[in-house]
């Protein structure tokens, strides 16, 4: 874990329930369906989403690999990489950094973070936790600047957004509740995603990619695979890799080699201040290491999420957009339920 992470932690679970004092949320049952995203079955059941298939699955073709899945738990740090420039002609997965015809500064941006999972997490909300943090640049899947430090866990169906107090914008609250119906994904979650030859191809074979395109009006699956690029169609992509080759576990000895998770790779916010048309987060040190969960879901896992103002993310309001905000281009809150 790194010592800047380790500093967030500073926050108890009670500390953070103290902090929420003035955000109790009077939202009402009727509201939650705003807050119930479309994940193509990977975080919700496929019900919530306009699959391509009604049970937003993916049958293998002959010739194409099998599916990899995750390990029952897991730790990773990732490097973050933002790409606003030429990512048309050099599209993901990445092989660590994008292609050197990409210069960090003029064309992407570096930050770090890390992800912590466990499928074996039983709770009142569900089974399975996660966590992602986001050290000092947020997810910039949202129409807001994403300069701060943040964190979304889910402990079963409940999903909850945390900020910190060193770097949290102005009227964001401490957490948040992101959604009562968005579970970590399950081991076997690449099911939902197509194969795509291209992005394999892309990293000579020693990946498998899985990704698609939806169209945001709509919802609906329009294309297999990164490229080509569809951001200027106003579509969003969703991607991620798999090492093609298995091999031992860093920490685990004695666990049966299995295929490492390479990349998650999307589209994030196009337009300013986000300005994250293609994101991807590169693993750096996968392992068989089960979170601690004091570190982790103990952050939120007293809080009631009945008490918990909902978040605004999709739709901040104006004091979080600021003046740089440009017309607004599709995000995922946007893909209507099936």
């Given at each position: 874990m790194s010592d800047s992470y380790a500093r967030f932690l500073g926050h108890s679970g009670a500390a953070l329930a103290a902090l929420l004092c003035c955000w109790a949320s009077d939202a009402s049952a009727a509201d939650q369906p705003d807050n119930v995203y479309s994940t193509y079955g990977v975080h919700n059941p496929p019900a919530d989403s306009p699959c391509a298939n009604p049970d937003c699955a993916y049958v293998r073709e002959p010739g194409q690999p099998t599916d990899p899945q995750y390990p029952a738990y897991w730790s990773s740090n990732w490097n973050m990489y933002r790409v606003f420039n030429g990512y048309v002609q050099n599209p993901p997965p990445y092989d660590g950094a994008p292609p050197p015809a990409l210069k960090p500064g003029r064309d992407y941006e570096i930050s770090k973070g890390a992800t912590y999972y466990d499928s074996t997490w039983r709770g009142p909300a569900g089974e399975g936790a996660m966590m992602e943090h986001y050290d000092k640049r947020c997810l910039p899947i949202f129409p807001i600047s994403n300069h701060y430090t943040c964190s979304f866990i889910s402990l079963g169906d409940t999903a909850f957004f945390v900020t910190y107090e060193k770097d949290r914008p102005k009227g964001m609250p401490p957490v948040c509740?992101?959604?009562?119906?968005?579970?970590?994904?399950?081991?076997?979650?690449?099911?939902?995603?197509?194969?795509?030859?291209?992005?394999?191809?892309?990293?000579?074979?020693?990946?498998?990619?899985?990704?698609?395109?939806?169209?945001?009006?709509?919802?609906?699956?329009?294309?297999?695979?990164?490229?080509?690029?569809?951001?200027?169609?106003?579509?969003?992509?969703?991607?991620?890799?798999?090492?093609?080759?298995?091999?031992?576990?860093?920490?685990?000895?004695?666990?049966?080699?299995?295929?490492?998770?390479?990349s998650f790779y999307f589209s994030g916010y196009p337009l300013p201040p986000a300005n994250a048309p293609m994101v991807s987060q590169n693993y750096t040190n996968f392992a068989m290491v089960r979170p601690d969960p004091k570190t982790t879901w103990d952050l939120v896992s007293k809080l009631d999420p009945k008490t918990l103002p909902q978040c605004q993310l999709f739709n901040p309001p104006a004091e979080m957009v600021g003046l740089a905000a440009t017309p607004r281009a599709p995000t995922w809150g946007d893909i209507k339920h099936r």
């Open positions: 509740l992101f959604s009562p119906s968005n579970h970590p994904p399950r081991t076997d979650f690449i099911s939902h995603l197509p194969y795509s030859s291209g992005d394999s191809e892309r990293l000579g074979n020693r990946v498998q990619g899985y990704s698609f395109w939806v169209a945001a009006d709509t919802g609906k699956p329009i294309q297999v695979g990164v490229s080509p690029d569809r951001t200027k169609d106003r579509a969003i992509m969703f991607g991620y890799a798999f090492m093609s080759k298995a091999t031992p576990d860093r920490v685990d000895k004695s666990a049966k080699p299995y295929r490492h998770a390479q």
